[in-house]
Nanobody, 115 residues
Framework: VQLVESGGGLVQAGGSLRLSCTASGSIFSINVMGWYRQAPGKQRELVASITSGDDTNYADSVKGRFTISRANSKNTVYLQMNSLKPEDTAVYYC??????????WGQGTQVTVSS
């Protein structure tokens, strides 16, 4: 499984960005996709995830501001980020997990929120 991300960038506080992640390869084996982020000096943390049944899960810090969704084809996942804060600044990584519990990662995309 290969994951390609896009959509990061620089935005002012209060602004919005949308991240995209497209999976290719053995996508039939994927049952969960999600976004993680890692800020400098901090551990990588889960931001949001979505299952093949469209069940979603969010970190408390982003609830009400971020929305994860899937394209109809199911191989593209989006993260709509609204009301961005400087503390959302991080490298955002797309993640996919297979039914065999293998984990796959994208290359990461930088999101920078200026105050």
């Amino acid at each position: 499984v290969q994951l390609v991300e896009s959509g990061g960038g620089l935005v002012q506080a209060g602004g919005s960005l949308r991240l995209s992640c497209t999976a290719s390869g053995s996508i039939f084996s994927i049952n969960v996709m999600g976004w993680y982020r890692q800020a400098p000096g901090k551990q990588r943390e889960l931001v949001a995830s979505i299952t093949s049944g469209d069940d979603t899960n969010y970190a408390d810090s982003v609830k009400g501001r971020f929305t994860i969704s899937r394209a109809n084809s199911k191989n593209t996942v989006y993260l709509q980020m609204n009301s961005l804060k400087p503390e959302d600044t991080a490298v955002y990584y797309c993640n996919a997990r297979s039914i065999l519990r293998n984990a796959y990662w994208g290359q990461g995309t930088q999101v920078t929120v200026s105050s």
